[in-house]
């Protein structure tokens, strides 16, 4: 006997890899900016969703009878006209240019304030005290083994618990040039959040990342050569944070596929993806110098540590930029197309609705959601799963699907055919993980699942970083479905002339033929793992 029925070609259509190609080359287009929350592209990649589930017969699922579920976000940014000033000669620092901040987002004032050298921020030894710290800005160094952003972040965790951080006025770490150029948009974009207390005026010390450069001047001194409680110049002006509007909604997109059944089509078994990306570069890059590089330096994209290339590596760079350019000449580029992160799933989504909505009969009702602001902390779905537009409990599994177009053996050293990474598919409900590998064993080429990033602790965080999370976090079965991470990861790289449309289909179809036998059972998926206590607790991989 059967778990689950199987699906008839004749009932359901199959999946097209040409449909995918078609739709990614629309949402994935240059004109789209990248799709950056609250921008036009976001605005206009979630009216072309809506017009697709809604030429496709979808019912709206969102606000007042809409396909869309709006967010009141605003945008909490560092004023770009904020500047330092420094010494008598009153040398002029620019956000962006020679400042950051990494932390504290707090309005203050440097008006009178000495910069002070407060030691190496990776050597706690070196570290001055709290008196010596007092009133004075601390300008830390960072060693050259940290090359990685994140390793640098990742140091500030003990910096904010030591003394002296408890009695500066403001703590500096020199370690801007460990930022990419292209990146320094996205940190000036500030957060995004629906939090309306007022901004804050007053708090812990304000956190910096400056440029060498700035450090420099700031202690008038080289801090690779400077002894710890060394004073600086005096410092002067005004660090304003500002809070405004969204230029454009954020919205969560949302339609229901109603099932058959009076009483099964009730519950929900829910399909999703995220539409947004992350914008533009700060300054054109040449398209095939950045492709070439990153497949030698920077395999995991974004997630690869940051450092230069050896001599053996760059001969290979130019080898490959060289060959590239006999069929054309250098490209400027400067828009992050998330063709694959999450172009590719959201396509999918489309397709698979485009497959179910000609009468399929499912007994239960699917839920399609393409989730907003993935890319600033799962913040759509975490908003749609707090603020549910169908009772949170009538959603009896969720399956998202981000990155999933990619994963061959030239993206990835583990990759293939049939390589698929799967994430929590059994951390609440055996059940509903099973079921995923029995209906994976009957397509005519199975995927080998990899399951070494769903494991507790791991430290790529992934069980945290996709949007299955937020559904997980009230006890619903949930899973995420990725092909992995690769060279183009928030890349201008990652464009629809890269994507594997014959894979994006087979695990479409896979996403496809698990709902309905989700939809088609006569009971919800068993849970009998452990569910979050608190929902809002901090995710633990």
């Known amino acids: 006997m059967l778990l ?13 890899p040409d449909s995918l190609r078609v739709s990614l080359y629309n949402l994935a287009a240059d004109s789209m900016g990248g799709r950056q ?37 605003t945008r909490v940014f560092i004023d770009t006209t904020s500047r330092i000033s420094v010494g008598r000669s009153r040398t002029m620092l620019a956000v962006g240019r020679d400042f950051l901040f990494s932390a504290a987002r707090v309005s203050f004032s440097l008006d009178g304030m000495r910069a002070i050298f407060g030691g190496w921020a990776d050597r706690p030894d070196t570290w001055i005290d709290s008196a010596t710290a007092s009133g004075r800005m601390v300008v830390l160094a960072v060693s050259d083994s940290l090359r990685e952003l994140r390793q640098v972040f990742a140091i500030l965790a003990p910096v904010r618990q030591a003394p002296f951080y408890r009695a ?28 309306t207390t007022p901004l804050a005026t007053s708090g812990p010390a304000p956190i910096l990342t400056v440029t060498p450069a700035a450090a420099r001047l700031f202690l008038a001194a080289d801090p690779r050569t400077a002894r710890p409680g060394q004073l600086g110049d005096s410092l002067h002006g005004e660090i304003r944070y500002r809070r405004t509007p969204l230029a454009y909604p954020a919205r969560n997109v949302v339609a229901v596929l109603p099932g058959r059944d009076s009483i099964l089509s009730r519950q929900y078994v829910s399909l999703s993806a995220h539409h947004d990306h992350v914008g533009f570069t700060g300054r054109p890059v040449d398209h095939d110098s950045t492709y070439a590089f990153n497949r030698v330096v920077r395999p995991m994209g974004a997630d690869s540590p940051l450092r230069p290339a050896t001599p053996a590596e760059s001969i290979r760079i130019k080898a490959i930029r060289d060959s590239l350019h006999v069929s054309h000449k250098p490209r400027p580029d400067s828009v992050f197309n998330g063709a694959d992160d999450d172009g590719s799933g ?108 769903d494991a507790p602790g791991h430290p790529l965080q992934y069980y945290c ?37 014959t894979a994006l289909a087979r695990v479409a179809t896979l996403a496809r033929n698990f709902v309905t036998a989700v939809a088609n059972r006569d009971r919800p998926p068993a849970v009998d793992g452990t569910k979050p206590t608190d929902p809002h607790a901090p995710c633990r991989q």
């Open 346 to 453: 959201t396509v999918a989504l489309i397709e698979i609705a485009r497959t179910l909505s000609r009468g399929s009969g499912l007994r239960r009702s699917l839920l399609f959601v393409s989730h907003a602001a993935e890319e600033r902390g799962l913040l759509g779905s975490a908003w749609y799963t707090d603020h549910p537009t169908v009772a949170r409990d009538s959603i009896v599994g969720e399956v998202d699907m981000d990155m999933i177009g990619r994963g061959n053996a030239t993206d990835l050293p583990k990759g293939g055919v049939g390589y698929l990474e799967v994430i929590g598919s059994k951390r609440l409900s055996k059940d509903y993980g099973d079921l995923l590998e029995q209906v994976n064993a009957r397509l005519p080429q199975p995927f080998t699942f990899n399951y070494e990033f």
């Open 465 to 501: 970083r996709a949007d299955h999370y937020s559904y997980a976090r009230y006890g619903i079965p949930a899973m995420a479905l990725s092909r992995g991470e690769h060279a183009d990861y928030h890349q201008v790289t990652d464009e629809p002339a890269y994507i594997d449309y």
């Open 37 to 73: 929350t609250g921008e036009l592209g976001d605005w206009k990649a979630q009216e072309w969703i809506a017009g697709q589930f809604r030429r496709l017969g979808l019912q709206p699922a969102g606000d007042n009878g809409t396909f869309f579920q709006v967010i009141p976000f």
């Open 168 to 195: 500066a006025t403001a703590v500096a770490v020199a370690a801007l040039d460990r930022v990419a150029p292209d990146l320094i948009p996205q940190f000036l974009a500030g957060r995004i959040t629906t939090d």
């Open 4 to 16: 689950f029925p199987v699906i008839s070609p004749a009932q359901t259509p199959d999946i097209s």
